[in-house]
């Protein structure tokens, strides 16, 4: 017999009987669903885009440099990247962050911002509080919501750039004045 044939009749048996030839080592393999995998073979999970708080590991909300350019004082801006993320957890005192866990505390803004500061106007465009909210539950109508609706859809909006978190306030306006008014019946 010569190499070529010993070769060939090797890998045959090897393929055919899962018993260890002589003078070789057997390599036991995992299971499919029995042996745990080394982690060092299994895949990490995709990033999904979500960013979290470093602080209080709240959900970010993504902001554009215009938001951040209209809130943040000029000294800790220049700390955050184009892309940073606001955190909407009232008792965090992290209001902007980004992916290197760089942060602007509330003393850092240029002014106060709802909901790190429950005076400040929940719609920063157009002066709306959590007072007119409380006004339009105590009346049974949400008068003073629905002009804010009206002036919302208006092009004298500027949620964007006003807004602590770049975006329309009049879902959580909508959210506290249901809320409100469960808290009322109870």
């Not at 990247?81 to 509330?106: E, K, L, N, P």
Request: proline content about 6%; glycine content about 4%; some cysteine.
């Amino acid at each position: 017999m010569n190499s070529a044939s010993i070769s060939k009749s090797r890998s045959a048996s090897c393929r055919a009987s899962p018993e260890p030839l002589h003078n070789s080592v057997a390599i036991r393999l995992p299971q499919a669903l029995g042996d745990p995998m080394n982690k060092a073979f299994t895949r990490e999970p995709d990033a999904d885009g979500r960013v979290y708080c470093p602080r209080c590991r709240s959900l970010g909300i993504p902001v554009t440099t215009v938001t951040l350019d209209r809130h943040v004082k000029t000294q800790p801006r220049v700390g955050l990247g184009d892309s940073a993320w606001f955190c909407d957890f009232a008792r965090c005192d992290i209001s902007y962050f980004d992916q290197f866990d760089r942060s602007v505390v509330v003393d850092e803004l240029r002014s106060s911002i709802y909901p790190k500061d429950p005076e400040a106007p929940v719609c920063a465009c157009f002066g709306f509080t959590l007072e007119d909210i409380d006004a339009d539950v105590e009346q049974g109508t949400p008068t003073r919501i629905r002009e804010l609706l009206a002036k919302s859809q208006s092009g004298d909006a500027q949620c964007q750039t006003l807004a602590a978190d770049g975006r329309c306030c009049m879902r959580e306006v909508q959210r506290i004045y249901m809320k409100r008014l469960a808290e009322l019946k109870d």
